[in-house]
């Protein structure tokens, strides 16, 4: 049986997988810029507050994933719950940061112009400081997407859904015929699911980056 | 020398009065601005001119409350300005800087909407400001319109910037260097501009600058900075080039002060001295005696309309018809002495002839005659730019 017979065989298991396997990465992605966005907005203009945030969020990228969707199993047990907790906060790191840069590297004087015009602090940053921003949250966002995406494969570790079952079922029947097909379709399944969210995301640049930035 | 009211001026109502203001920031010593009484005549513009860091851009920013003061009292129009919230405050003072700060991500149109806009003004008036302000400051409304500002040069977005300063039609605009980005040639024209949108608008403008030369030629007042925000004089730009207050605004202002005082007299505002002149359909006799009047060697020959129609040589005033060298070099009342001598130098001619603004002979200035003005021997008639208020 070669690899495309078997394929046929599972397909809609590895369809199945693949779709579950993007709605956690996005589910962790979405949590992330509720958490990560708010966060910068309050601290990029301070100074420690905002060293200890990016420090926190770097450091909670050093922890082994194995490991964090392990630990989280005690607190939130098995299943969807620790996989979304556990890829928010890898993604936090690249979405905060973005989105601190992007907002400290605005012109100072374009900020000025638009308090000395009399725009409320709200509309300064709803108008102008985010819609400049936007391109560089965006790429922290690309980012991350591409980070979660491999990172998910780990969920399958604490019964949680998506490709990483795939894989992991590959490993457990190692030695028998179809075990390397099981792992390469997993593997398979994040690669095509990486090159969509990247399209994805380059299409959402073109759309939303206000028409007069970029080059 | 912190008066509150220069010498010269007549009792005009202040837009803008400093009262005892002060700035201080927590860790220095020094304050940034100290106890500064200022009064700021509606319609005018003034210059704040200093070296760096002498606190004229935070004296600036005090008055729309960019920097809140330490101390003391802002009066904008008799009003004081901490009795407003400030975001109202702000939309009726424009603000035009240095870098233009234009929102990149939108239209021209749309940057200079964005008082209109924050004040409510419905959408058809907000369409009709823009086009109109764009054509004051020289930009066609068509083309530039829809533009964004990166498609602009610099000096066409300093242009969007102080449409935009005028976009609300505020009483009061506060311009910190808006000019210094550009090449000098084009700065020069932006000032001229500038000067001419003024006197249609007749807004109280406070003008930030650290070069002498465009507070002179901006200012009708001046105000020179010391450190610690301190004004060591405050006066229209002849006096402050003429009669220095102290050693720190000698030194400010430099060599050259003689020069830049002859741009600042212009023609209108002097008695231009009389010179032999004739008719130019006169009759050979006539035109003899009046040569044979005077020791000159030419005398003016006017036309019907007291145009100057030639140089007539003395030696041959009777020849028919009168033979005459043509008149090259005649300006207009709006010139300045620095024009008159520019002129003489470059057309290597010791006489302009001076010349009302529809071209009718008024006088003719020598050399000497620029002379005598700088040293003082001769009093121009007044001020010239104070008057044509």
């Not at chain 2, 060599?255 to 032999?276: F, H, I, K, N, Q």
Request: hydrophobic content about 45%; some cysteine; proline content about 6%.
């Amino acid at each position: 049986m070669t690899f495309l017979d078997y394929f046929a065989s599972n397909w809609t298991d590895v369809a199945d997988a693949t779709l579950a396997h993007a709605v956690l990465v996005l589910q962790g992605l979405g949590l992330a810029v509720l958490i990560g966005v708010p966060v910068a907005v309050a601290t990029y203009r301070t100074g420690a507050p905002r060293t200890a945030v990016l420090g926190f969020a770097g450091l909670l990228l050093t922890i082994p994933s194995y490991a964090l969707f392990g630990l989280l199993i005690t607190p939130l047990g098995l299943g969807t719950g620790p996989s979304v907790v556990a890829l928010t906060m890898y993604a936090l790191l690249p979405v905060l940061r973005n989105a601190v840069v992007g907002l400290r590297a605005l012109d100072p004087a374009v900020v000025e112009s638009a308090r000395a015009m009399g725009m409320t602090r709200p509309r300064v940053l709803l108008t102008v400081e985010l819609p400049l921003a936007w391109p560089v949250l965006l790429t922290g966002l690309r980012v991350a997407t591409q980070l979660l995406l491999g990172i998910a494969a780990i969920a399958a570790a604490v019964n949680g859904p998506g490709l990483g079952n795939l894989i992991l079922d590959g490993l457990a029947s190692a030695g028998t015929p179809y075990a390397a097909y099981l792992t390469v379709e997993g593997c398979l399944g994040i690669v095509l699911l990486a090159v969509v969210f990247d399209l994805l995301f380059a299409g959402l640049n073109r759309l939303t980056t206000a028409k007069g930035l970029g080059a | 020398m912190t008066d509150a009211t220069p010498g010269t001026e007549t009792a005009e109502r202040p837009m803008i009065r400093l009262d005892r203001l002060a700035k201080r920031y927590p860790g220095q010593a020094q304050a940034a601005v100290e106890e500064l009484s200022l009064d700021i005549p509606e319609g005018r513009i003034v210059a704040f001119v200093g070296p760096s860091g002498c606190g004229k851009t935070t004296t600036m920013k005090l008055i729309n409350r960019l920097i809140e003061p330490t101390s003391g009292r802002i009066h904008l129009d008799g009003q004081d300005v901490t009795e407003l919230p400030v975001h109202e405050l702000r939309r009726r003072i424009g603000y035009a800087i240095q870098s233009s700060g234009l929102f990149p991500h939108r239209t021209v149109a749309d940057n200079i909407a964005t008082v209109p806009r924050l004040l409510g003004w419905p959408r058809q008036r907000v369409t009709e400001r823009v086009d109109e302000l764009l054509t004051m400051v020289g930009l066609a409304p068509a083309t530039y319109r829809d533009r964004y500002p990166k498609q602009l040069s610099g000096g066409q977005q300093q242009r969007v910037g102080v449409a935009r300063a005028l976009g609300g039609d505020p009483q009061v605009m506060l311009m910190d260097e808006p000019f210094g980005a550009i090449d000098p040639q084009n700065r020069e024209a932006l000032q001229d501009e500038f000067l001419r949108i003024q006197r249609t608008v007749r807004k109280t403008i406070v003008f930030v600058t650290h070069d002498i030369d465009e507070a002179c030629r901006m200012g009708d007042l001046i105000a020179v900075f010391g450190e610690n925000g301190k004004v060591r004089q405050y006066d229209t730009p002849e006096r402050i080039l003429a009669e220095p207050a102290d050693e720190f605004v000698a030194a400010f202002i430099g060599s050259g002060a003689a020069v830049r005082r002859l741009s600042l007299t212009r023609l209108d505002a002097l008695d231009v001295p009389e010179w032999p002149t004739v008719d130019a359909d006169a009759d050979p006799e006539r035109r003899l005696a009046v040569a044979r009047a005077q020791d000159r060697e030419y005398c003016l020959l006017l036309d019907a309309d007291r145009r100057p129609a030639g140089w007539l040589p003395t030696e041959e005033a009777d020849t028919e018809p009168p033979s005459h060298f043509p008149v090259f070099s005649t300006l207009g009342p709006h010139s300045t002495l620095f024009d008159a001598l520019d002129l003489m130098l470059s057309a290597d001619t010791s006489t302009v002839v001076a010349v009302d603004d529809e071209g009718r002979y008024r006088g003719v200035l020598e050399m000497d005659t620029v002379r005598e003005l700088i040293n003082g021997e001769r009093t121009a008639a007044g001020h010239g730019r104070l008057q044509e208020a």
